[in-house]
Structures are given as structure tokens and as C-alpha cells.
């Protein structure tokens, strides 16, 4: 695929999981910032990268883009509280996450900006499967209705000021750099990471939920693919096909040669959900992004190692 080059390009949450790993793509032809608060980002993360002599680490918060005189005409903004439980316990990180995105769309209105965001599949809730683009989202919880109010805002953005911008509902990811999300990490990392050690995987209920898991490596194509959209659209990133908790722990006993059985516990929350998995036609004609790597190669890649 065509890579970008030659740009000078700036991407939040930089020293995240999937941030880090975009990162370490884009410096290898790229001039590129990183702005992230640390919250739960590691510079760790971004130790390969930095050996380019291209990379340039901010810490801060994104809601201060504009006290930094970026040049940059492209945006990968990922920047945003990752995970819905942290909102549970502090409903006020919805504002950060509003105010952080207005002031990342303002800075994109004054320099004539291209962004790609983070979205999420958590906006399918409550949604029967395959999941599409053009439905209208229920109500879920915080992270979603901040997700929801980001593409709407782009959205905006886009209509009154002819912004460039592309939303990108993310499915499960998983893959390398995972280390500092500790618990907020994908179910498939966890379960690699518990199973080394010799522990039961832990599953919510019976292990039948299904998830449309999508390695990072993918992930950063689409990114990237994205970069070329005109005025706004939404994106599905994920591979179009689900697995159970259940298939997903025979694989790893698989792949590792063990034979751990998952541990089984309640239910934490009623509005569980029992599946994702993503329609990936859009994507597939618009950006011409399909994922490569199926479950089974990511569970080696990430078993063999970088
Ligand atoms: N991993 C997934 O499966 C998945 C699925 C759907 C959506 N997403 C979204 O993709 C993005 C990246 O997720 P990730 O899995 O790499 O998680 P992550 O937590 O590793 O990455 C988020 C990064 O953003 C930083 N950050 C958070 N708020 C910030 C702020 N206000 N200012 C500056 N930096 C800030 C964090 O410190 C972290 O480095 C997130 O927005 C997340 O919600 C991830």
C-alpha cells in the first residue's frame, strides 16, 4: 500500500497502544509530533520510533494544541479517554473529551487540517449485527455519547467549513504496546498475558459473546488509508468476522501448546454486549482498506514478538 510521506503530520495519544504503533509507521518517512498527557500512554511505547530522529514527544493534554505553533497539516487524533469504565467512575471526562476535540477541530478549521479519529464499534451497542455505518446509535454509555459527539462535531466542522475529516469506528483491537493499559487492555492480550503465567483466563458469563477482533497492524493501514477522505465520512475498521471468548481461548491453548481452562464469573453490568462484528463494505469501496491478518497470525505475531 502506499504509505505517506514526506509530511509533517501530528498524532495524539501518540504514546498509546494504537497510537505508538501508527507512530512508529509514520516516522520512518514522516516528520512527526506526538501530543499525549500520559494518562494511560507510556513513552515506552514510542522507543523504536524516536531511533528515527523523527519523532517530536509533547506532553501535555490536547486541549492545549494551540500553545504549541504546530505546522502540520494532518491530523491522526487519538488523544481521547480509551475505555468506558473510567467514565462510570468520573462522568466529568466527557467534558475533557469535548473540550479537547473542539479545540483540535478549531486548530483544523485555521490550518486547513486533514483529521483522522478515533472512533468506536462501542457505538453499535445494543445493535444487532453486522454492524453498519448508517445506523442510527441508542444510548449506551459516556464513552459512546463522547464518541457520538466527536463524529457529529467533525461533521459539522465539515459542513460550515469545508473540514477534511474521517471517523474511524474501531472493533477490538490488539496487538504490540498493549503493556501500560494494564487492565483496559484487549481481552486478547490479557488473556495471552494470564495464560503465560499459567492462569485461567477470566470470562464474563459463558465465553459465547463474540468479538470482531482486528490487529493494530491493520489498523494503522486504515488509518492511513483514510488520510485522502474529503469532507466527512464514518469507517468500520475491523476484519468482518467474530469469535467467541470461548474459540478465542481454544486458539491461544493452541498456539501455545497449553491446556488452561477459562475461569467463569458473573456478569458485571446488564447492558453487556454479546457481539461485535463490523460490515466492512464501506470501508472496503471507499478506502480501500480490508484487513490482512485473521486471529490466528495475529495470536503468532504477538507470541513470536516485534
Ligand atoms: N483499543 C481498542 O480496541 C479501541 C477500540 C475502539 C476505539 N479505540 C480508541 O482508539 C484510541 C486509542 O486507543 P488505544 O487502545 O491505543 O488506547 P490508549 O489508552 O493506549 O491510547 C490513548 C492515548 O491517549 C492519551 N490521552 C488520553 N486522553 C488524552 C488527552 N486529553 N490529551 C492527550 N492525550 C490523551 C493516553 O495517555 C493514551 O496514550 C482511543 O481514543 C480509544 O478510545 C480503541
Redesign the pocket.
Known amino acids: 500500500m502506499e504509505d505517506i510521506k514526506g509530511r509533517k503530520v501530528l498524532v ?10 501508527l507512530v512508529e509507521r509514520l516516522a520512518k518517512d514522516n516528520k512527526v509530533y506526538v ?8 513513552v515506552k ?1 514510542l522507543e523504536a520510533a524516536k531511533k528515527t530522529g523523527n519523532v517530536t514527544f509533547i506532553e ?4 492545549n494544541i494551540a500553545k504549541h505553533n504546530l505546522d502540520v497539516d494532518l491530523i491522526f ?7 468506558s469504565p473510567m467514565y462510570k467512575n468520573n462522568p466529568n471526562l466527557l467534558n ?2 469535548v473540550e ?1 476535540n473542539i479545540n483540535i477541530l478549531e486548530y483544523v478549521k485555521q490550518h486547513k487540517a486533514t483529521m483522522v ?6 457505538i453499535y451497542n445494543g445493535v444487532t449485527p453486522p454492524h453498519k455505518e448508517s445506523i442510527v446509535p441508542p444510548v449506551s454509555d459516556y ?1 459512546t455519547e463522547g ?1 457520538i459527539s466527536a463524529e457529529r462535531l467533525s461533521e459539522l466542522y465539515a459542513k460550515l467549513f469545508g473540514a477534511n475529516i474521517a471517523a474511524m ?6 496487538g504490540w ?2 503493556e ?2 494494564k487492565e ?3 481481552l486478547v492480550t490479557q488473556f495471552i498475558w494470564a495464560m503465560k503465567k499459567g492462569e485461567q483466563p477470566v470470562i464474563y458469563g459463558d465465553g459465547l459473546q463474540r468479538r470482531d477482533f ?1 490487529f ?1 497492524e491493520d ?1 494503522v493501514d486504515a488509518l492511513i488509508k483514510a488520510s485522502v477522505i474529503k469532507g466527512f465520512d464514518i469507517f468500520n475498521v475491523g476484519t468482518g468476522k467474530s469469535y467467541s471468548l470461548n474459540e478465542l481461548v481454544d486458539k491461544l491453548n493452541n498456539a501455545m501448546g497449553t491446556n488452561i481452562k477459562p475461569k467463569y464469573i458473573k456478569m458485571p453490568t446488564s447492558n453487556y454486549v454479546m457481539e461485535t462484528l463490523a460490515d466492512t463494505s464501506k470501508a472496503e469501496k471507499l478506502i480501500k482498506f480490508k484487513s490482512r491478518i485473521d486471529l490466528d497470525e495475529g495470536i503468532s505475531k504477538l507470541l513470536v514478538g516485534k
Open positions: 495524539t495519544g501518540g504514546a498509546g497502544f494504537i497510537g505508538s504503533n501530543i499525549d498527557n500520559l494518562n494511560t500512554g507510556s511505547n501535555d493534554d490536547i486541549k487524533h487519538l488523544g481521547m479517554y480509551s475505555s475533557e473529551v479537547g479519529f478515533a472512533s468506536t464499534s462501542s464513552y464518541r469506528r474501531f472493533f477490538s483491537v490488539y504496546h498493549e501500560a493499559k483496559y487492555a484487549n482486528v493494530v489498523v
